[in-house]
């Protein structure tokens, strides 16, 4: 193989994996995902004989943002053949390598602050990490301390998982001398980039696509978006407490996804020019494209604390033949964030990959 082509193949399986994975993962996610952040929201708003309740899981999440130290990981607990009955139309473009590699995959986020992570601003986190981990163990790593972000990719296990071609020992040999400050991120070593310069690229990014402004929404703008939303979950929201395992009390928010989603966009719609640039509202015909079914969420909490939220993607699907698809959240403290020894540091325009390409959009 010649060096141009063995380039070729280095970039562009890198490229593919991050351009392939996230369109899907959003596409897995997003619908079930919103309900339960809405939920979790606005949990404290529910009817008079449910406010206890939604109190109880309000407080719950509150307390996650007076902690300085909080660990949270993302799951999938689905077989492959499930996943695949769940996406419907869209598993024609996914191979069996893509369908087992997100049932195995784990997302596990931490972060330490100085001060409570609600009161927190950027200069008061130590250190922010996110790993990503599969049944054969971490695919990609990577965390933020001081001024650099580090970042490791296990990518021939990445090439394996999800059915496409990673470079080889023979293919690294052949990168000429102005490639090769590639070959620790191609080796899964860790490697560093400036965070400042990572977040200029970023920045630079969203201005080349257009987009403008700040991509945050104020406070007052939130209060007004939880004010708007109140009196529709008061409606449509019903809250039920049961005992689980281990002393866990666990609460279940139930709701019709298409009327929940419906209500609160009407009522979002007079707020659509405080939103930042690319938030824009679901359109009718999104609406009428939701699924008109119930959507159950539970709460697990122990002494308290929000320990775990678990809801069934499955019951979204067109027609889910049974299958199950338990999307599982947990929260917990934050373990070792530190900074790895030994990390070569390379370009910011160098800085790709499956995870850190998407950085740059974050």
């Known amino acids: 193989m010649r060096t141009s082509t063995r380039k070729t193949v280095v970039r562009t399986s890198m490229e593919r994996a991050s351009a392939t994975g996230a369109p899907l993962a959003r596409r897995a996610f997003t619908g079930v995902g919103c309900a339960a952040a809405v939920l979790v929201t606005v949990a404290a708003c529910g ?30 607990d689905a ?11 869209d598993s024609e473009e996914v191979p069996p390598e893509m369908a087992e590699f997100f049932t195995g995959l784990r997302v596990d986020v931490s972060v330490k602050s100085k001060k409570p992570l609600a009161e927190s ?10 790993k990503i981990s599969g049944d054969e163990g971490v695919l990609a790593e990577y965390r933020m301390v001081g001024d650099y972000t580090y970042y490791r990719a296990d990518m021939q296990a990445m090439g394996d998982a999800m059915g496409m071609p990673f470079p080889t020992a023979d293919d690294l040999d052949e990168l000429p001398e102005s490639e090769q400050h590639l070959r620790p991120v191609l080796e899964g070593d860790w490697v560093k980039v400036n ?19 700040s991509d945050e929404i104020d406070a007052k703008t939130q209060q007004k978006i939880l004010d708007a939303v109140r009196g529709v979950v008061a409606r449509e929201v019903d809250f039920k407490t049961k005992d689980g395992e281990d002393g866990t009390e666990v609460i279940t928010a139930k709701a019709n996804f298409r009327d ?12 659509k020019g405080d939103l930042p640039p690319g938030a824009e509202l679901p359109t009718a015909k999104d609406m009428k494209d939701a699924p008109n079914k119930k959507v159950a969420v539970d709460f697990t909490l ?38 790895p020894k030994g990390a070569s540091e390379i370009p910011v325009d160098e800085f790709g990959g499956p995870l850190g390409g998407g950085m740059l959009g974050v």
Do not use: H
């Open 47 to 76: 009817t008079v004989q449910n406010l206890t309740a939604g109190q109880k899981v309000d407080s719950a999440v509150e307390q996650l943002g007076e902690q300085k130290s909080l660990a949270f990981g993302l799951r999938l």
């Open 79 to 89: 077989d492959p053949d499930d996943l695949v009955a769940l996406m419907g139309e």
């Open 121 to 130: 601003g950027e200069k008061d986190i130590a250190g922010m990490g996110m």
């Open 195 to 213: 965070t400042a310069d990572l977040q200029k690229a970023a920045e630079d990014a969203g201005a080349g696509s257009g987009a403008g402004g």
């Open 260 to 271: 929940l989603l419906t209500g609160i966009v009407d009522k979002l719609q007079p707020l």
């Open 302 to 339: 122990k002494n308290g604390d929000l320990t775990r939220i678990e809801t069934d993607l499955a019951v979204l699907a067109d027609d889910p033949k049974g299958a199950k698809a338990p999307l599982v959240l947990t929260f917990g403290k934050a373990g070792d964030i530190s900074a």
